[in-house]
């Protein structure tokens, strides 16, 4: 699905867009500014919410095996749900 929004800037912020949009711009037109824009937030999003796991796997491993409690997966469930 498409959807239509309106964005109303102005002064240096709408300054910045038209000189990135255009003859002399990255790009064409302003949606497609916006869409590059959105999209490499998105990854950006995507991107610290690996780095996150991948920093929580990394204590984890690095944990002594001693430190690990043996729990069942009702307990792993009951757990994650609080």
């Known amino acids: 699905t498409t959807t239509t929004m309106t964005v ?3 002064g240096p912020l709408s ?5 990135n ?3 002399h711009g990255a790009y064409e ?3 497609e500014y916006v869409r590059d824009l959105i999209r490499r937030d998105n990854e950006r999003v995507e991107q610290e919410a ?4 991948k ?3 990394a204590l984890a491993y690095a944990a002594p095996e001693s430190s690990y409690l043996p729990l ?4 792993v469930i009951a757990r994650n749900r609080a």
């Open 8 to 10: 109303r800037l102005s």
């Open 15 to 19: 300054d910045f867009v038209a000189a």
């Open 21 to 23: 949009v255009g003859e």
């Open 29 to 31: 037109n302003v949606s």
């Open 50 to 53: 690996s780095d996150r796991l």
């Open 55 to 57: 920093a929580e796997l």
């Open 72 to 75: 069942s997966a009702a307990e």
